[in-house]
């Protein structure tokens, strides 16, 4: 493991799945003692996107501006919000350029699978229709998040590619968790590793689908045919459980015929970007920002 981050492990809080409640009011604790990026320059506007039920939104816009990204923020489908997701979303846009369009989608337990893919579909609808008023290139909207955020903006392509919805550009997804099975040697082999392990992510599962069969749209690791998909930025952590599912949907991304950039970061584990001090996790999130420039650019 990367030295920097070794000496952080036996302070990492633990986050209890088991309630959802309390994982939830931790995490937003934890959130907001950590220190926001300084962005004097960032426009930043609440808004609500009309929908069945409403979707509350946060818009980051930095200047001069010509794309977006639809933006999912991680959490194991139960907690995080737009205020804890705030710090990495206003560096997404900082460093990217790029109007981020955060979601506030609805959580699980108390909302199960479609209901958040719903809310982060309704949110690339409504991006689409008021690209000119956020000052954007209609052609030029992607869709990204991390871990469960993740598995949302494949699930969103895959619908908007399935239903003929808005033009997807690009998908960024960091850390996915994409394949309810656990079928993997990673997802077998790391049942200790650092804030997310084997069986916090079947907890996690276990709360957004509520024991009903998984679909393609819930978990995009099932999806069989994933030609016609956006090109994509897949990052993977090496000691995280959902490490190969990323790679394999990367893989098969290829094979279908979808441009991918793979980024496997040796030495860290789930969400551990979030420990900034670290020379690794400042070029994760460097490297996350970079590849969406890229991708929105000309």
């Not at 609440?46 to 933006?71: L, S």
């Not at 990204?144 to 960024?172: K, M, N, T, W, Y």
């Amino acid at each position: 493991m990367d030295p920097e981050l070794e000496a952080f492990i036996p302070f990492l809080p633990d986050t209890d799945l088991t309630d959802p409640v309390g994982a939830r009011k931790s995490f937003a604790e934890r959130a907001a003692a950590r220190p926001a990026p300084d962005v004097p320059d960032m426009r930043l506007e609440n808004r609500t996107v009309p929908a069945d039920p409403d979707v509350a939104v946060r818009i980051y816009r930095p200047r001069d501006a010509r794309g977006a990204v639809v933006w999912l923020h991680g959490g194991g489908f139960v907690f995080g919000d737009l205020d804890t997701e705030h710090p990495w979303a206003s560096r997404i846009a900082d460093g990217s350029g790029a109007v981020v369009v955060s979601v506030d989608y609805r959580r699980s337990p108390e909302s199960r699978f479609p209901a958040a893919l719903d809310d982060a579909y309704a949110v690339l609808a409504w991006t689409a229709e008021h690209a000119d008023d956020l000052g954007v290139d209609p052609g030029r909207i992607a869709v990204g998040g991390h871990s469960a955020g993740a598995c949302l903006a494949a699930a969103v392509a895959l619908r908007a590619r399935d239903e003929q919805g808005p033009p997807i550009r690009f998908q960024l997804l960091n850390e996915p968790g994409l394949d309810d099975r656990q079928e993997t040697w990673s997802q077998r082999t790391f049942t200790d590793t650092p804030w997310h392990d084997r069986d916090k992510v079947a907890l996690a599962w276990g709360h957004y689908l509520g024991g009903a069969p998984a679909t393609t749209y819930a978990a995009p690791g099932r999806a069989t045919d994933l030609a016609g998909l956006p090109p994509a930025y897949i990052a993977t952590a090496e000691f995280d459980p959902v490490r190969d599912e990323g790679i394999d949907y990367a893989v098969r991304l290829l094979q279908a015929g979808v441009s991918v950039e793979l980024h496997q970061w040796p030495g860290t584990f789930h969400g551990s970007q979030a420990i900034l001090s670290a020379d690794v996790s400042q070029r994760q999130i460097a490297a996350l920002a970079a590849a969406l420039r890229r991708a929105l650019a000309d």
